[in-house]
Nanobody
Framework: QGQLVESGGGLVQAGGSLRLSCSAS????????MAWYRQAPGSQRELVAR???????NYAEFVKGRFTISRDFANNAIYLQMSSLKPEDTAAYYC???????????????WGQGTQVTVSS
């Protein structure tokens, strides 16, 4: 339930671009929030970008103007378009989704397995 599968990571030179994809096993309309997080070795996982069910997006300051999160309802997917990549963007990127599972507002959260992005200088 709520399986998320990321793809699109890889090795890119500084200044380059990548697009990450996250495919969901169910309609993304089921999720009230979907997001991308990242985690570099030795660091905590941090929010990169998120989008709510009504289309509101939020970005971490360190990616504003460079990354764009988007939704694809037809393919039950979200994307993270990354441009002007920097070596400090090197990390494992994880897809996240949450959905309400009870009338009391309890939520279930889902994580993908991660996809590695490496930016060389």
């Amino acid at each position: 339930q709520g399986q998320l599968v990321e793809s699109g990571g890889g090795l890119v030179q500084a200044g380059g671009s990548l697009r990450l994809s996250c495919s969901a096993s169910r309609s993304i309309l089921n999720f009230d929030t979907m997001a991308w997080y990242r985690q570099a070795p030795g660091s905590q996982r941090e929010l990169v970008a998120r989008v709510t069910s009504d289309g509101i997006t939020n970005y971490a300051e360190f990616v504003k103007g460079r990354f764009t999160i988007s939704r694809d309802f037809a393919n039950n997917a979200i994307y993270l378009q990354m441009s002007s990549l920097k070596p400090e963007d090197t990390a494992a990127y994880y897809c996240y989704a949450q959905r309400v599972i009870s009338v009391e507002g309890a939520r279930a959260t889902h994580w993908g397995q991660g996809t590695q992005v490496t930016v060389s200088s």
